[in-house]
């Protein structure tokens, strides 16, 4: 015996997911389809998640650390004397 299934009703456990919407103008969706052609990812939604943890990665590495850290004194410094020349 089938069960009898009543529109609009979820028969499936709660799939708690977050959704979010963006919006791209015509450089970053050019940027976007130039990308996922990088990581061979046909799928917006995948290849921004993908993209996303490959940039915590290069971002958390040790290396990129030291240079930022080196780019943000400079910028610091050069506040503090007086040196803004880059915005």
């Known amino acids: 015996?089938?069960?009898?299934?009543?529109?609009?009703?979820?028969?499936?456990?709660?799939?708690?997911?977050?959704?979010?919407?963006?919006?791209?103008?015509?450089?970053?969706?050019?940027?976007?389809?130039?990308?996922?052609?990088?990581?061979?990812?046909?799928?917006?939604?995948?290849?921004?998640?993908q993209l996303a943890r490959i940039g915590a990665k290069v971002l958390h590495d040790d290396k990129i650390k030291l240079i930022n850290s080196i780019v943000l004194n400079n910028n610091r410094k050069n506040k503090r004397i007086g040196l803004v020349t880059f915005d």
Do not use: C, G, H
Request: charged share 45%; no cysteine.
């Open 1 to 49: 015996m089938a069960i009898e299934k009543k529109p609009f009703k979820k028969y499936t456990e709660s799939n708690k997911s977050d959704v979010i919407t963006i919006k791209l103008n015509e450089d970053e969706r050019r940027e976007l389809e130039e990308w996922k052609y990088l990581i061979l990812q046909e799928k917006d939604s995948t290849a921004l998640k």
